[in-house]
């Protein structure tokens, strides 16, 4: 009988991995073995209110918002204070015994811990509960899976999720735990054992893999951005809290370009982007610049995601300025606004100057002022009507253009290069064609007065 099992596990391992090994498109399998289309899953939400909580209420309201943003619905809130999780079950036994009977009460799906479980928690808790067990690296997990469209973002979250996965594994072939007859090495060891050996090395291996494959992405990347950055065009970043309206802002920019067939995907819902887009935003004077659009921020997000998303959040690391948008209409905007920084200094991009977006000053009440105002480093505007966009390209321009020199220069008609890069890169005032070269008057960017020092006329 004992063979039997090990076979058919063995079986369903090969067939795991064979799912893996598709990408995290189908991520989703390991959570739900089957699924329903158009059926609304229902979860219970489990909170801990510990001595450490900062703001209890505000994780648990994100919660929501997350199992929202996974197409579930919220059937039921439970929720305890301790002053640290229990060591075995997170919750007390008591509590335990009361969510296992709300779950079949509610007649829930899910299970859905507001903390991070550890492998023990995860497994007791199995164990106690009838309904499969989530906690919030899971469920962020899940979003991203469902959310990941190109290649690089499929790649980037399955691997976050075998390297959460891997610690996991404990437990799943228990039945498979007695000792195995027979000579050898493995004369001691359960089959369940050795199928647990075998889940590892099949899962590291994987991992190995996928970090092969997400160098290269980054290598490409890595040149890519090279061949932007010989385009002497800024570069510039947007940043932020999850569904700040980063993607919003985005589009606004490119509608006032008239680009409105190159607008990147908005919605309002906790990480609606995943892939990083950019685009060219033209400004009167030459003073284009490049926007990028990365993935928001979390709190307590994945230390998984954070390393396995850094070839794209790269993009704000090598930004010659970068845009925080916060939501003013959020309650909570100064504690998203120190996550924010505390992410960009997790990715060494706390030196690069920045704008903060106070975005959707519309949904605020009461105010006192108009729309836009622009104070220091700071604008108030909204993203979604467009008040604000003139402003803030003016402050844009402002930072990245604000070392231009004007220079009268002189340049022979062998130096075409010179001039077309000055047509590219610098704001002419006049230009004219003389005998001895062509006279152009420009504000020039510091960086390209060496290219042009040899031609600066006395």
Not at 147 to 176: C, D, F, I, N
Not at 241 to 249: E, F, M, R
Request: glycine share 6%; with cysteine; hydrophobic share 40%.
């Amino acid at each position: 009988m004992n063979n039997i099992w090990y076979y058919l596990s063995v079986a369903l391992s090969d067939f795991l991995f064979i799912l893996i090994g598709k990408g995290s498109q189908i991520m989703s399998t390991f959570y739900e073995n089957n699924i329903e289309k158009n059926k609304i899953y229902r979860a219970v939400l489990v909170g801990l209110d510990t001595d450490s909580s900062e703001d209890f209420e505000h994780s648990i309201s994100e919660m929501e918002s997350l199992i929202e943003a996974c197409d579930m619905e919220v059937a039921g809130i439970l929720t305890q204070k301790l002053a640290h999780p229990e060591a075995g079950t997170y919750l007390g036994r008591g509590k335990v015994t009361e969510l296992a009977d709300m779950a079949a009460a509610l007649e829930a799906d899910y299970c859905i811990f507001e903390g991070n479980l550890s492998p023990a928690q995860l497994k007791n808790l199995a164990n106690l509960v009838s309904v499969p067990i989530w906690d919030r690296t899971t469920l962020i997990l899940e979003i991203f899976s469902r959310r990941a469209k190109t290649r690089e973002a499929r790649l980037q979250v399955e691997s976050a999720y075998l390297q959460y996965m891997l610690p996991r594994l404990s437990g799943m072939w228990q039945h498979l735990g007695r000792q195995g007859g027979g000579g050898g090495s493995r004369a001691n060891k359960g089959v369940g054992e050795t199928q647990l050996e075998l889940d590892r090395r099949q899962i590291n291996h994987r991992i190995a893999e996928l970090s092969r494959e997400l160098e290269t992405v980054t290598r490409t990347r890595d040149v890519q951005r090279q061949g932007r950055e010989k385009g002497g065009l800024p570069n510039v970043a947007l940043v932020g809290y999850t569904n700040a309206g980063k993607s919003t802002l985005m589009n606004s920019l490119l509608q006032k370009n008239g680009m409105e067939e190159k607008q990147v995907f908005q919605k309002d819902m906790l990480f609606a982007t995943l892939d990083t887009s950019i685009r060219r935003i033209n400004v009167e004077g030459n003073r284009d610049f490049l926007l990028s659009d990365t993935v928001g921020f979390i709190e307590n997000l994945p230390h998984g995601l954070v390393k396995a998303f850094r070839s794209t959040l790269d993009e704000a690391v090598h930004a010659d300025l970068i845009l925080v948008v916060l939501d003013s209409s959020d309650p909570y905007n100064r504690q998203h606004r120190k996550v924010t920084e505390d992410t960009l200094k997790e990715l060494n991009a706390q030196n690069i100057p920045r704008i903060y977006v106070m975005n959707k000053t519309d949904l605020l009440e009461e105010i006192s002022w108009e729309i836009p105002k622009v104070r220091n480093d700071e604008i108030w505007m909204s993203a979604a009507d467009g008040r604000g966009i003139d402003e803030l390209i003016d402050m844009i321009t402002a930072r990245v253009y604000g070392d231009r020199t004007e220079l009268p220069l002189l340049v022979p008609y062998s130096r075409g290069d010179i001039v077309s890069r000055l047509h590219e890169r610098a704001d002419i005032f006049s230009e004219e064609y003389k005998p001895e070269g062509i006279r152009i008057t420009a504000d020039v960017p510091a960086a390209m007065v060496d290219e042009v020092k040899d031609y600066i006329e006395a």
